[in-house]
């Protein structure tokens, strides 16, 4: 097989005075970059998945509030305050299962708490969310590092939805040992579930790492099992959304039923994750909210409509997996082991 080395996708970039974002609704067919100048176009962004990925909603957030701010036409730094909480929250009702979000947009804010001036405010807000960006390149590619040393090249491995260099500042989470394997003339054979109902595997994932020149099969979501059992699948990596303090992992719906069936089949499941998708508020995955969307992304398909008309939708963008389904967490920071209460305390908190 001949594969065409090409390069990592970037999904964000900052331009001096607005955001330059991949649009993901348009992929795979279209590679489109759109200009975000408002907090409106960022909010309408995020909702409508044109930027998606826990952490590159987080990026893109994080500069669209810096962004906001550098043009509040306010002396006081009291009102300024105020305001930027009100955009702030705003921003932050965009999507409430990614912790990510809240996450970025709390740490902008913390980031001025010793400002004396309005001007000064603005420039830590844009140096803040800047900073924020390059942390996470950095935390993808170490994580990658940190996925490789579970991960045999040549091996079969099976991921859900896009937890890529699209969903992230670079490398992704999840996509990140295949990205650094192949910069490195080392390669794996990924098979990508296509990501019922909007299609987030067969649209980015499987267009990502073609860019990369990863080989890549494609399947349909209830394939899985069957593709676990009869391809020789060695192990799952996944991305995550959240994590709660004992470890149970919010994701992408369909992540849960992979962890059950690579448990059936004793098959390692693993989740790649950055430090900032853990929330240690939050004592087990029975607390994270789930995200419903429109019963649109069900009953059609390409604008096209495939169900009857006025039949019931229920369409939750995310699923649970218990810690006991799996095998590892890889992070930035390490790889993480049951009894993940324990060994998420022990390494968030030693750092």
């Given at each position: 097989?001949?594969?065409?080395?090409?390069?990592?996708?970037?999904?964000?970039?900052?331009?001096?005075?607005?955001?330059?974002?991949?649009?993901?609704?348009?992929?795979?067919?279209?590679?489109?970059?759109?200009?975000?100048?408002?907090?409106?176009?960022?909010?309408?962004?995020?909702?409508?998945?044109?930027?998606?990925?826990?952490?590159?909603?987080?990026?893109?957030?994080?500069?669209?509030?810096?962004?906001?701010?550098?043009?509040?036409?306010i002396d006081e730094l009291e009102a300024f305050l105020v305001k930027l909480q009100?955009?702030?929250?705003?921003?932050?009702?965009?999507?409430?299962?990614?912790?990510?979000?809240?996450?970025?947009?709390?740490?902008?804010?913390?980031?001025?708490?010793?400002?004396?001036?309005?001007?000064?405010?603005?420039?830590?807000?844009?140096?803040?969310?800047?900073?924020?960006?390059?942390?996470?390149?950095?935390?993808?590619?170490?994580?990658?590092?940190?996925?490789?040393?579970?991960?045999?090249?040549?091996?079969?491995?099976?991921?859900?939805?896009?937890?890529?260099?699209?969903?992230?500042?670079?490398?992704?989470?999840?996509?990140?040992?295949?990205?650094?394997?192949?910069?490195?003339?080392?390669?794996?054979?990924?098979?990508?579930?296509?990501?019922?109902?909007?299609?987030?595997?067969?649209?980015?994932?499987?267009?990502?790492?073609?860019?990369?020149?990863?080989?890549?099969?494609?399947?349909?979501?209830?394939?899985?099992?069957?593709?676990?059992?009869?391809?020789?699948?060695?192990?799952?990596?996944?991305?995550?959304?959240?994590?709660?303090?004992?470890?149970?992992?919010?994701?992408?719906?369909?992540?849960?039923?992979?962890?059950?069936?690579?448990?059936?089949?004793?098959i390692p499941f693993y989740v790649a994750a950055p430090s900032s998708s853990f929330?240690?508020?939050?004592?087990?995955?029975?607390?994270?909210?789930?995200?419903?969307?429109?019963?649109?992304?069900?009953?059609?398909?390409?604008?096209?409509?495939?169900?009857?008309?006025?039949?019931?939708?229920?369409?939750?963008?995310?699923?649970?997996?218990?810690?006991?389904?799996?095998?590892?967490?890889?992070?930035?920071?390490?790889?993480?082991?049951?009894?993940?209460?324990?060994?998420?305390?022990?390494?968030?908190?030693?750092?």
């Open positions: 097989m001949t594969r065409l080395q090409t390069a990592i996708p970037i999904s964000i970039e900052w331009m001096d005075n607005h955001i330059k974002l991949l649009n993901q609704q348009a992929l795979p067919h279209i590679t489109e970059y759109i200009d975000l100048y408002t907090l409106q176009d960022v909010y309408e962004a995020i909702t409508a998945l044109k930027v998606r990925g826990a952490p590159a909603i987080g990026i893109t957030a994080a500069f669209g509030l810096a962004m906001s701010a550098q043009n509040y036409e009100k955009e702030k929250e705003y921003l932050n009702s965009s999507r409430p299962t990614a912790v990510n979000l809240s996450w970025a947009l709390n740490r902008l804010i913390n980031s001025i708490g010793n400002a004396r001036s309005v001007n000064e405010a603005k420039t830590d807000l844009l140096h803040e969310a800047i900073q924020i960006q390059a942390e996470d390149e950095a935390m993808c590619r170490q994580i990658g590092e940190n996925a490789l040393l579970l991960l045999t090249p040549g091996d079969s491995v099976m991921t859900i939805c896009n937890a890529g260099s699209i969903a992230t500042a670079k490398y992704g989470t999840a996509l990140a040992p295949f990205h650094l394997a192949s910069e490195r003339g080392k390669h794996f054979h990924v098979y990508a579930c296509e990501t019922r109902p909007v299609l987030q595997g067969a649209r980015l994932t499987a267009w990502e790492l073609q860019q990369s020149g990863v080989e890549t099969t494609l399947i349909t979501d209830n394939m899985a099992a069957h593709t676990m059992k009869t391809k020789k699948i060695k192990a799952v990596i996944v991305g995550a959304d959240r994590i709660a303090a004992n470890g149970d992992t919010a994701n992408k719906i369909g992540t849960y039923g992979l962890a059950l069936i690579a448990k059936s089949l004793q929330d240690l508020t939050l004592k087990n995955g029975d607390s994270i909210p789930i995200e419903e969307r429109n019963l649109e992304e069900v009953t059609t398909l390409n604008g096209t409509q495939i169900a009857p008309e006025g039949i019931q939708v229920y369409n939750p963008a995310f699923d649970v997996t218990s810690s006991e389904l799996i095998t590892a967490i890889i992070t930035e920071k390490g790889i993480l082991y049951p009894s993940y209460t324990e060994s998420i305390k022990n390494q968030l908190l030693r750092y």
